[in-house]
């Protein structure tokens, strides 16, 4: 078994703003020619779903992605489609978008197509989120709407993802540090991304901002090309 990698996203995607940190996920995929899958799930609740897989699919078409196709996973039930599930278990890159971020976890979660996206990843798939997309992919997530912790999908350990981290993200921390202060918070800029080596240990930051880690009651910074780990100390 090959386990793959993962792509932690701040947001502001396909602006031509995550060029670096995306063009790295490819060569990790496995190039030009690897099938690309967007799930635009977290932006249903306001219908800007086709909007937003539109925008993915034309962003990296514009990267030169051969195979890439926004899936309509948009609720509970194409969730559990087991077309949409079989089309992930083959992609080689999987990209959630930013949007309403306990809508795409519970949305997500115990689902037939993220146990699909959990088998591409086992098998050396890279598994990418921006924003809520982000989020989601942690252990624990921030609910700005009702303010609460909630259980993500666990692939990155003990860790939580304050995305916008240079707009609005870094005003989440004083709260969270209090709340769940055994868990290390993962502040990333807008137009920035960490991917990391394939055993979820190391982390490299890509793009034009930082990743800034609130953990032990200490807060640290790495800018473009800085390697860091998340593991506790």
């Not at 940190?21 to 690897?34: S, T």
């Not at 079989?86 to 146990?115: C, M, N, P, V």
């Not at 709407?145 to 707009?167: A, D, I």
């Not at 240990?201 to 901002?209: D, E, F, I, L, T």
């Amino acid at each position: 078994m090959n386990m793959g990698y993962l792509l932690l996203e701040g947001g502001a995607e396909f602006g031509g703003r995550m060029r670096d940190p995306d063009l790295r996920a490819l060569e990790l995929a496995g190039g030009f020619d690897a099938p690309l899958r967007i799930l635009p799930t977290a932006a249903a609740p306001d219908r800007n779903h086709v909007n937003a897989g539109n925008n993915g699919v034309r962003w990296f078409q514009g990267l030169g992605v051969r195979d890439v196709v926004s899936v309509p996973l948009i609720d509970k039930a194409s969730a559990n489609d087991k077309a949409i599930a079989e089309s992930l278990r083959e992609a080689k890159l999987i990209y959630l978008l930013g949007g309403f971020t306990h809508y795409l976890g519970q949305t997500l979660k115990d689902s037939l197509t993220w146990k699909a996206a959990a088998d591409a990843y086992r098998n050396g798939a890279v598994i990418a989120g921006s924003s809520a997309g982000a989020m989601v992919m942690c252990e624990f997530y921030y609910d700005p709407y009702t303010r609460k912790v909630q259980e993500g999908l666990n692939l990155v350990s003990n860790s939580l993802v304050l995305p916008h981290h240079n707009t609005f993200g870094k005003n989440w921390a004083p709260q969270l540090t209090r709340e769940i202060p055994k868990v290390t918070l993962l502040g990333i800029d807008e137009q920035t991304g960490m991917i990391d080596d394939g055993e979820n240990h190391s982390w490299k930051v890509y793009g034009r901002g930082a990743v800034t880690l609130y953990r032990g009651g200490k807060v640290e910074t790495h800018k473009e090309g800085e390697i860091f780990s998340t593991m506790s100390f």
